[in-house]
């Protein structure tokens, strides 16, 4: 979680090199706020690798 002024673009910029996106804007401290989120990445669950046809995944070769 992020926050800082819309005016700032310096930090606007900043929070969106490593993937925060806009959950909110509010008005508070004399300006408008600009709340980013970021959420993790999670890895891709392996599936398994296709073997020769007709031969099921993970089967192992007589």
Do not use: C, N, Y
């Not at 979680?1 to 606007?12: C, K, W």
């Not at 401290?29 to 709340?35: C, F, P, R, S």
């Not at 989120?37 to 995944?57: D, H, I, M, S």
């Amino acid at each position: 979680m992020l926050a800082t002024q819309t005016a700032d673009v310096g930090s606007m910029r900043l929070a969106a090199k490593p993937g925060f996106t806009e959950a909110e804007r509010f008005r508070a401290w004399g300006g408008e706020q600009w709340l980013g989120l970021r959420f993790p990445v999670t890895p891709q669950a392996e599936t398994p690798t296709a073997g020769p046809p007709g031969r099921a995944p993970g089967a192992v070769a007589a």
